[in-house]
């Protein structure tokens, strides 16, 4: 009797740990416009960004030279990239009817445009958007950022 109470303790963890797999594996987001050479590494497969591209929790998202990237969230928040740039997509948590919010990313070179979706209308402190000189909290609903060659950081807010 015991001998099977074991196995059915393995069958339940096993089963936790694939549905937390599969949780972990849904898209937060997809490329809505690409121009150029963009490029999403997802557990470190790289292919290229394409319409309909997901996006996940830890992708990297990367663009060329004369290139630029759009991506749009579960949550309706547009990120813009523009040519030669780095972020990554560091949380992701969308669950508003839970009280579960939140976004952090970081661009560590490059352009950024963001505008607001659902999780910073709702919970502002839950955005972060980190870069090489410190993180910069959402409160407005639209702004640019700039993270030059040497790291430093610049922005704007529209």
Same mark, same amino acid.
């Given at each position: 009797?015991?001998?099977?109470?074991?196995w059915?303790?393995?069958?339940? %963890? %096993?089963?936790?740990?694939?549905a937390?797999h599969?949780? %972990? %594996?849904?898209?937060?987001?997809?490329?809505?416009?690409?121009?150029?050479q963009?490029?999403?590494?997802?557990?470190?497969?790289?292919?290229?960004?394409?319409?309909?591209?997901?996006?996940? $929790?830890?992708?990297?998202?990367?663009?060329?030279?004369?290139?630029?990237?759009?991506?749009?969230?579960?949550d $309706?928040?547009?990120?813009?990239?523009?040519?030669?740039?780095?972020?990554?997509?560091? $949380?992701?948590?969308?669950?508003?009817?839970?009280?579960?919010?939140?976004?952090g990313?970081?661009?560590?070179?490059?352009?950024l445009n963001y505008?607001?979706?659902?999780?910073?209308?709702?919970?502002?402190?839950?955005?972060?958007?980190?870069t090489?000189?410190?993180?910069?909290?959402?409160?407005?609903?639209?702004?640019?950022?700039?993270?030059?060659?040497?790291?430093?950081?610049?922005?704007? $807010?529209?």
């Amino acid at each position: 009797m015991k001998h099977t109470t074991g196995w059915r303790v393995w069958g339940v %963890a %096993a089963g936790w740990l694939l549905a937390g797999h599969a949780l %972990a %594996a849904n898209p937060v987001g997809y490329v809505k416009t690409v121009s150029g050479q963009a490029s999403i590494t997802t557990s470190g497969k790289t292919q290229a960004a394409i319409l309909g591209t997901p996006v996940f $929790e830890g992708s990297q998202l990367q663009t060329g030279p004369s290139s630029s990237l759009g991506i749009t969230f579960k949550d $309706e928040t547009l990120m813009s990239f523009g040519p030669d740039t780095q972020m990554v997509v560091e $949380e992701y948590l969308f669950a508003p009817s839970q009280g579960k919010l939140k976004l952090g990313s970081k661009l560590t070179k490059g352009t950024l445009n963001y505008i607001s979706g659902s999780i910073a209308k709702l919970k502002p402190d839950a955005v972060s958007v980190g870069t090489p000189t410190g993180t910069i909290g959402v409160r407005g609903t639209h702004f640019v950022l700039k993270v030059d060659e040497n790291g430093q950081t610049q922005t704007a $807010e529209k």
